[in-house]
């Protein structure tokens, strides 16, 4: 050992490991790692959880090998922007590799979240028959298993704790499988099932809720009768999230007060989630628990703005709203004058594509919100108007956003009073919100505020851009500042050869970065990939396939990822998506 | 830059008109009546920058204000006067967005960038008919995750006739202006995707099916997802033929399958559209020569 770092022999290793326990984050524990030789085993030895934000970055057996004692482990696979169709099916993003290793490697893993991810029903098997100590496995966006696969985690992981199935497409060719949990299986604190689509046998869910006395978390699947959640509610009344699933009512009288007390009995309730379907008449019986309400996801078709607002004017602790926009801007303001603590909003568009009514969701609403609740820091606003001057309020009311998502739903969409594109607007949420570190941009925008967000965007660490920019510049200017930016994922803008080359430096500071649609050509890639041999430079071809060397230079690339690596090109990728 | 061009004097004044108008240079075709519709609404529009405004600074000050409802025309088509007379009888007299919808039907048309060419296609052909949904030709776009919108079509899809029944009544007690709202339940229209394969083509695909009205147009959107030109006039022929029999002519290169969700594979076009949709859980298109042994 070098004499300078003689100092680490000051303290026996278990020392270091304790006061590397504290260290919050993995930039910090990778930052320690550097330090010494020391430091790195130590470091490495005792790190007990890992994220892997992107799966093809790392070999599995590679990440397995560094960190030996891992505990809990997070992987993401296919990018963001897969989540709107945009990559292809069958683009990869698949666990197999990385369940093998973690079986042989991890034995004693317990906690197993993936996100994106392609996952078989061999794998839950896997992992499922491995990792003696399972205790916790969260899917989310996951698609590739069935619940047969399901089964098998429930007959074998006598420890398991969570089950998390968060929007998975799941096969459904195992109607009980719920009924695998064996009899002497408690453990259960959390479970989600709410994205399964099959009917749920009532009796065996009830019998598995009665027996887990530790059961905080409840998110049932699609069609609940008003019947059946009022007996499961009676059977837990310790819950602290239950997502009712889709609620029908069956319209006859002594329901209602059944619905009522069953919810009041849920003293410890914090969130409530679900699809309300059983109509506005019932919602009423919910008003015993909306002051406890700390989180309320409230998708719904029938529930009209007058009914929802009293809903909601009596949630005087929420701090987590999720709606859809027939909320409307009366809805908001209600919001706006009752929950003080609102930390985050999300609307989403009941009518996506234009086809019914308009609702009157306007930029009104953001800003009573944004006015009214001051300790609002993340938002998603689905809307389809909006004006600088309202972006501007909004940015001065709530200086410390961290997460602003805006879609407009028209591309292109100007302010619509003065008819300019929204760059101001925008620049004042980029410079006067300092610790921004989402941003979702939309509507009429130009080059003109891809300088402001490269210049004040500091804190940004993901930025997603949709038909938006004039010429290369707009890119360069994303490229060259937002010092912190790690995801960036465009579509359709003009962004081409000559941003991309000439930061290429910052490619590899980043996670990654998706383009499709936007004007960037092979012969740009290639140079790409040549200079930065730690970038895989992946080409998605749909016209099926074939070899990459006979295309010309000119050849126009429609989809473009491109991210760090220590992996190499993958070997998993289809025909059509090539590493160049 | 552009956006100052196209809207010379911006907020209230009939050089609005104008500004409507300069927006033509970017070759697209719109009506003077248009301009009317624009001209009406103006009065209201610098008041409601003031509101605007205060509403950031206080909240509750500026009650009294309505929000203009954004009327809903449809982007990707030229205007036409055909489609003033239900403009003007939704508009409100306070409707500064009517100038809005006109303006940005402008800009969609207009072509810029890259990504806007699969909406001017579907624009071209459709020029005097009845409201298309916008955005429907962009894939991806809005950006909600495909999960949700599957979501949202089953919910609005089985909610039981009782819940409906209430719904719909209470509604038609409403106002004058919600009135409209009651009849949002089925009309309303989510996406659902499904996964289409090509036989011979590796790359999996999803169509929102509930973006179309009929097999016609799915033919053309698989045509163009699949990007084989003759693909649709041979769908089509299949589609008409309804049977069997006739796809085994020789003019018919494909034919589009379906499984059902009985996990049966059955040719697309023998039952109501509707139905259809209902019952699609995944599509394939089969050459030929490989349609042996699918049930009728």
């Keep these: ?580 | 830059m552009e956006g100052d061009r196209r809207c010379g004097g911006g907020a209230a004044s009939p050089a609005s008109v104008s500004s409507v108008s300069k927006a033509a240079e970017r070759d697209v075709a719109v009506e003077d009546d248009v301009a009317a519709g624009v001209a009406e609404g103006e009065e209201g529009e610098s008041d409601r920058d003031d509101e605007g405004l205060e509403l950031g600074l206080t909240l509750g000050a500026a009650r009294k204000w309505n929000p203009p409802p954004v009327r809903w025309s449809p982007c990707l088509h030229i205007l036409t006067a055909k489609d003033l007379p239900s403009l003007a009888s939704l508009a409100s007299p306070r409707s500064p967005s009517a100038s809005s919808v006109s303006s940005s039907s402008v800009t969609n048309l207009s072509g810029v960038g890259t990504g806007t060419k699969r909406s001017a296609e579907s624009a071209s052909p459709d020029v005097a008919g009845s409201p298309q949904p916008p955005s429907q030709m962009v894939v991806g776009w809005p950006p909600i995750r495909a999960f949700r919108m599957n979501s949202l079509f089953n919910q609005s899809k089985e909610h039981t006739p009782e819940t409906t029944a209430v719904a719909i009544k209470k509604s038609v007690s409403k106002d004058q202006s919600r009135k409209d709202q009651g009849g949002r339940r089925t009309e309303m229209r989510n996406s659902m995707f499904v996964k289409v394969k090509m036989d011979g083509d590796p790359i999996g695909r999803k169509v929102d099916l509930n973006a179309h009205h009929s097999y016609e147009a799915l033919a053309v959107s698989l045509e163009l997802m699949f990007q084989k030109p003759t693909m649709a006039t041979n769908l089509l022929t299949s589609f008409d033929g309804a049977k069997a029999m006739n796809l085994l002519d020789s003019s018919s290169e494909f034919a589009l399958t379906y499984e059902d969700k009985d996990g049966d594979w059955m040719l697309v076009g023998d039952v109501p559209w509707g139905m259809f949709v209902e019952t699609a859980k995944r599509l394939r298109i089969m050459k030929i020569s490989d349609a042996t042994g699918l049930s009728i």
């Design chain 1, 1 to 580: 050992m070098d004499r300078a770092f003689s100092w680490v022999a000051a303290f026996p290793d278990e020392v270091w490991e304790h006061t590397f326990s504290f260290l919050p984050t993995d930039a910090d524990r990778n930052a320690v790692a550097l330090v010494c030789r020391s430091w790195h085993r130590i470091e490495r030895l005792s790190r007990r959880k890992i994220f892997v934000g992107n799966c093809y970055a790392v070999e599995p057996a590679a990440a397995v090998r560094r960190f030996p004692e891992v505990r809990a482990a997070t992987i993401k696979g296919k990018p963001h922007f897969a989540d709107f169709n945009l990559t292809i099916t069958d683009w990869g993003g698949g666990a197999g590799r990385w369940i093998q290793s973690m079986a042989k490697g991890w034995p004693l893993l317990e906690e197993l979240r993936l996100k994106r991810m392609v996952v078989s029903d061999d794998c839950l098997e896997i992992a499922a028959r491995s990792f003696k100590n399972f205790r916790v496995l969260s899917l989310a966006s996951c698609e590739g298993f069935s619940t047969a696969g399901l089964a098998s985690v429930a007959a074998n992981c006598r420890n398991l704790k969570a089950l998390d199935l968060h929007e998975n497409e799941v096969e459904e060719n195992c109607i009980n499988w719920i009924s695998h949990f064996p009899e002497s299986f408690t453990s259960l604190v959390t479970l989600n099932i709410a994205c399964l689509d099959g009917e749920m046998n009532v009796s065996i869910l009830e019998r598995l809720i009665s027996r887990c006395p530790n059961l905080k978390t409840l998110r049932l699947n699609h069609v609940t009768p008003l019947e059946k959640l009022v007996g499961l509610l009676h059977r837990a009344p310790q819950l602290v999230d239950l997502g009712i699933g889709m609620l029908i009512g069956e319209g006859h009288p002594g329901l209602f007060s059944k619905l009522e007390s069953a919810f009041a009995h849920l003293k410890h309730l914090k969130n409530l989630s679900g699809i309300w379907e059983a109509g506005p008449l019932y919602l009423p019986a919910i008003y015993s628990i909306c002051e406890g309400l700390t989180a309320l996801h409230l998708c719904d078709s029938s529930i009209q703005t007058p009914e929802l607002s009293k809903v909601v004017s009596r949630c005087k602790n929420l701090q987590q709203l999720w709606a859809m926009d027939l909320i409307e801007d009366d809805g908001l303001i209600a919001v706006a004058s009752s929950c003080k603590l609102l930390r985050e909003l999300r609307i989403f568009p009941s009518d996506p594509h234009g086809l019914a009514q308009p609702v009157y969701l306007t930029q009104y609403g953001l800003l009573a919100v944004s006015s009214g609740c001051v300790m609002l820091e993340s938002v998603l606003y689905f809307c389809r108007q909006m004006t600088n001057s309202a972006l501007l309020a909004i940015a001065n009311n709530c200086p410390n956003l961290t997460c602003f998502r805006l879609c407009i739903i028209e591309p292109y969409t100007p302010d619509y009073i003065t008819q300019e594109p929204l760059d101001a607007g925008f620049g004042a949420i980029v410079e006067l919100c300092k610790d921004l570190r989402r941003l979702s941009i939309s509507g009429l925008l130009t080059d003109r505020v891809f300088k402001t967000i490269g210049a004040s965007a500091n804190r940004l660490e993901m930025l997603s851009v949709a038909f938006a920019g004039d010429t290369d510049a707009g890119l360069h200017y994303i490229l060259s500042g937002c010092k912190k930016l790690r995801k960036l994922e465009i579509r359709d803008c003009p962004f081409g050869d000559k941003a991309l080359l000439d930061n290429a430096d910052k490619l590899e500071a980043m996670r990654s970065l998706w383009m499709s649609s936007c004007s960037v050509t092979l012969g740009a890639c290639r140079l790409l990939a040549k200079k930065m041999p730690r970038l895989n430079v992946e080409v998605i071809d749909e016209n099926g396939g074939g070899s990459l060397e006979s295309w010309p230079d000119d050849c126009h690339v429609e989809k473009l990822y491109i991210y760090r690596t220590i992996a190499g090109p993958r070997t998993d990728a289809p025909p059509f998506v090539l590493t160049v």
